[in-house]
Structure formats: structure tokens, C-alpha cells
């Protein structure tokens, strides 16, 4: 078991949505927290919610979790406030969707930069602290069904998220003998911000069949509170694999154990989706 009261944690992507979810979640269970994102006006929102609610803030600082310097400085003055922290929570990413005729080098390598840099950058920055402190402890790694399944137009996110899924592979067992839990998040449809900038390469998302499909999506969606409750009770019970709706466990679960339908499935999603929105002109490289 891992408890929360009386631990530090640090949440990346804790502006919105699931990152500022999981930041009041823990918050509520007794932990102190150490806050980061991008965007900083949105940070310091989160702050401010987490202190009224009685919660204790170290740091709320901006930095892009991409840029291995920032983490760098981020690190420095975390550890100017806590000797090391407890849990270290990756939750900050982005997504990028499109067939690979239209992606963009630029969004290749934005996707990946973010989506398993950005983790790696914290992991190299925090969790040797945390081995040295000697006090055990616990890292959440948020990765997504993209993370499991080949889904249609996921190239990008997929190549993140699968490569955040290994490293947390390796780290459940290499982490172990220091008593340090590792949890991978694969999160389904979820009502956060991310829905609203997805980058959909070479498609217009103010289109009727886009904005038919985010309703499809919006209504299979759990919110990032519910989410953020599923992360906290599978780092409690020191849970690997976390699933915040149930329907990504029933595919995994067919992916492992029976895979013709996964197969089948997956086939069914590319063809709905290469018929879904209509065709637009490839992007032009710059």
C-alpha cells in the first residue's frame, strides 16, 4: 500500500485538466504537492484552489517538461524546498493524430519530445533523489490506450505512450529494491482540454464530421475527476497497470487473451475512420 498524507508530490501538467484533477485528488488524501506546467497563468489557478482548499503548495513553477534544462532548474528548486520528493506523477502530454502521408516531421518530433522525453527528463531529474533519500516511494507514468492499441491516426501519440509504457516495464522491476512502486495510467476517453487541441494533421477540425466525431467521443468520456479518483486508489493499492474506464480493460484484456477481435477491431476503427472525415489536402512541410 502506499499512502498518500504526509508525502510530497510532484504532478507535471498540473494547469488543467487531469494534472490539476489529480493535484486536488491528492491533495484531499494528505499529500503536499509540487506543481508544474507550460502554461503558468493556469498553474498558479491550481494553486491557489489547491492552498484553498488547505493544501500545501512548495512550488508552482513553469517549465516545459521537453526542455531537459528547465526540468534541470525545475529539480534545483524543488529540492530547495523538500529533499527529495515522494511521488513523482507524469501527466503532462499532448496529442497529435493524423495518417502518415500528412504528418509533419515538426509533429513527430513535438509528440515524441513531450510524451516520453518530457517523463524521461523527469525521471532522471527526480527519482535518483528519491533512491538516495532511501524512503521508497512511488512514480505514476499517465499513458493512454494509444499506449495498448494500434488506433487509427496515432502514429505520433502512439510512439510516445508505447515508449512510456516500456520505460515503466523496466522501472517497476529495476525500481523495486527501493521500495519505489511504479503505476502506468492508460486512460480512455476523458473530458479534459487535450479534446480541444488535438493536432489532427492535414484536417480541418472545425469541420461537421470532426466536430460530430468530438461529440461521439465527449459522450463516452470520463471526466478528469473520476480519472484523477482511479489513479489515486491504483497508486494506493500499488497497482501497474491503472485503467480510468472500464471499457480500455475489457480491450486489453481481448487484445491479450484473444486477439482476433482485437485484430478485427482495429480494422474496424481504420476503416470507419478513413471513411468518417472526409479527405483534405496533405500539409505542405516547413
Not at 461529440?215 to 480519472?227: G, I, K, N
Not at 482495429?266 to 472525415?277: C, K, P
Request: aromatic letters at 6%; a neutral charge.
Amino acid at each position: 500500500m502506499t499512502k498518500f498524507h504526509g508525502t510530497s508530490c510532484l504532478i507535471t501538467g498540473a494547469a488543467s485538466g487531469l494534472g490539476r484533477s489529480t493535484a486536488l485528488a491528492v491533495v484531499a488524501k494528505g499529500a503536499s504537492v509540487i506543481l508544474t506546467d507550460i502554461d503558468d497563468a493556469g498553474l498558479q489557478n491550481t494553486a491557489d484552489e489547491v492552498r484553498a482548499r488547505g493544501g500545501v503548495v512548495h512550488l508552482a513553477a513553469p517549465a516545459d517538461v521537453s526542455d531537459y534544462d528547465a526540468v534541470v532548474a525545475l529539480a534545483a528548486k524543488a529540492h530547495a524546498e523538500v529533499d527529495s520528493v515522494d511521488i513523482v506523477m507524469n501527466v503532462a502530454g499532448i496529442a497529435t493524430w493524423g495518417t502518415v502521408d500528412r504528418l509533419t516531421h515538426t509533429q513527430w518530433r513535438r509528440t515524441i519530445d513531450i510524451d516520453l522525453m518530457g517523463p524521461i527528463h523527469v525521471i532522471e531529474e527526480f527519482v535518483p533523489r528519491m533512491i538516495e533519500a532511501g524512503r521508497g516511494g512511488h512514480l505514476v507514468n499517465v499513458a493512454s490506450a494509444a499506449g495498448l492499441f494500434g488506433l487509427p491516426w496515432h502514429a505520433p501519440y502512439s510512439a510516445g505512450k508505447f515508449g512510456l509504457r516500456g520505460v515503466s516495464e523496466v522501472l517497476r522491476f529495476d525500481l523495486r529494491q527501493h521500495r519505489i512502486g511504479v503505476s502506468l495510467v492508460c486512460p480512455g476517453a476523458m473530458a479534459t482540454p487535450m479534446v480541444d487541441s488535438v493536432d489532427i494533421a492535414g484536417v480541418d477540425r472545425q469541420g461537421a464530421a470532426v466536430q460530430q466525431a468530438v461529440s461521439l467521443f465527449m459522450r463516452h468520456a470520463v471526466t478528469p475527476e473520476q480519472a484523477a479518483r482511479s489513479i489515486v486508489r491504483g497508486v494506493e493499492r500499488n497497482k501497474y497497470m491503472v485503467f480510468t474506464s472500464p471499457d480500455i480493460r475489457v480491450g486489453y484484456l481481448a487484445q491479450r487473451y484473444f486477439p482476433p477481435s482485437y485484430n478485427l477491431a482495429m480494422r474496424g476503427l481504420n476503416w470507419a475512420m478513413s471513411r468518417y472525415i472526409d479527405k483534405a489536402p496533405a500539409p505542405t512541410e516547413v
